[in-house]
């Protein structure tokens, strides 16, 4: 009982910082260039973003119920996939992790799905 209230706690704390983080970093983001200098802030934010997915990819393990889900969700998880193939290829990694706040050219687009 306890054990899982914490595995929740943590859970919610692991699948609610990520949001929060982004919008101190697009608010301030020369607190960002400057604390991570001399790396590019474009990569670093990059390296956090993959370290936040893992550790939501095993939150949401720790959680989960499993049971085969109907076929529909299938194509939703393709097209979310889809999508995101799409953002990374039209404005890239520059784009995608924030670089017009750190002084980077992003190429704005108006091809599907912009």
């Known amino acids: 009982e306890k054990m899982t209230t914490v595995i929740w706690g943590m859970s919610l704390l692991v699948q609610t910082f990520p949001p929060i983080f ?10 960002w ?3 991570c200098a001399p790396r590019d802030p ?5 390296d956090v973003a993959h370290v936040f997915k893992g550790l939501q990819f095993l939150a949401f393990l720790s959680v989960a119920t499993w049971q085969i889900p109907p076929w529909y969700k299938f194509v939703f998880l393709a097209l979310g ?5 799409k953002v990374y290829e039209l404005i890239g990694t520059t784009g995608v992790y924030y670089g017009v706040r750190f002084n980077k050219h992003v190429p704005w687009r108006t091809e599907f799905p912009y």
């Open 33 to 35: 260039v400057r604390a």
């Open 42 to 46: 474009v990569q670093a934010m990059g």
């Open 81 to 85: 996939q889809f999508l995101n193939v």
């Open 22 to 31: 982004y919008t101190v970093l697009w608010t301030y983001p020369d607190v």
